[in-house]
């Protein structure tokens, strides 16, 4: 049995994870994995099947209708998770544009630690991105700079996609209220995971962009998070963070 779970949504991506599973099968410290699919017609969930004959005490699976979303597949995961009882509760892209190796320091950040998020940080020591445009570059560093801007956190990647949870924060937040998506939604958890005052700690990592697949992200997601970080500030405003929030 592991303490830990790795939750990696998917849509597409036959070309990486049969290669991802099995690397993240191998690592040092054991982990479970639960892939959560969005009826990709690539096959996706089909490799994960076969996949999960021979490894039926470590990978799951869930699949979805449809293709509904990063944040909504991240939030199916989280409240499985929670059903389950494991204590760290991973976010990873199937890519490998976060790399399997950093889950280690993660986790020891949340266990060792004493963060109750860690975040995989590709700006807390510099700009740690490899094979991304210059342009996303810039969009994706201005983004987090907004997004310290209105909020008032001191979080250096705003928008990372890489991190570790305590069950207990994701007990504290009430997930059936969390309303963004894609960038959106990791800024979102970050927000009320900071309010609630819960310990956050960033772990450098350097992120390369994925080789194999397309990538999910438009610019319309970018304009969701836009909008949606001024209305969750001033929301705020009007919320006292309670049991549940």
């Known amino acids: 049995m592991s303490d830990s779970i790795i939750i990696i949504p998917t849509y597409n991506e036959k070309e990486n994870i049969e290669r991802m599973i099995r690397t993240l099968l191998n690592l040092s410290k054991p982990f479970h994995i639960l892939i ?7 096959g996706t969930a089909e490799i994960v099947r076969n996949l999960i004959k021979y490894h039926p005490a470590q990978l799951f699976m869930i ?20 059903e389950h009882q494991y ?24 266990s060792e630690g004493g ?12 700009i740690n991105v490899i ?25 250096m990647d705003t928008t990372a996609g890489f991190k570790c949870y305590r069950s207990s924060v994701l007990d504290r ?6 309303r963004m998506k894609g960038y959106g939604f990791q800024i979102e958890m970050k927000f009320k ?24 992200m438009s610019g319309g997601i ?7 970080v001024i209305r969750m500030k001033i929301a705020s405003y009007f919320t006292n963070p309670g049991k549940k929030y």
């Open 87 to 110: 204590q760290y509760i991973f976010e990873m892209d199937a890519d490998f544009s976060h790399n399997p190796d950093d889950l280690i320091p993660l986790h020891q950040a949340c």
């Open 193 to 216: 995971t900071w309010r609630l005052g819960f310990k956050i700690v960033e772990i450098p990592i350097i992120f390369t962009d994925r080789k194999e697949g397309v990538s999910k």
């Open 63 to 82: 699949e979805r209708t449809g293709k509904l979303g990063l944040g909504t597949a991240y939030l199916t995961g989280f409240k499985w998770a929670l």
């Open 115 to 126: 963060a109750d998020l860690a975040i995989g940080s590709r700006y807390i020591s510099g």
């Open 36 to 42: 959560v699919d969005d009826n990709s017609p690539d």
């Open 131 to 155: 094979n991304w445009p210059l342009k996303r570059v810039l969009m994706s560093y201005a983004a987090s700079k907004y997004v310290r801007m209105v909020t008032g956190m001191k979080i």
């Open 173 to 178: 937040l009430d997930l059936n209220r969390i």
């Open 222 to 228: 970018f304009g969701e998070a836009f909008k949606g």
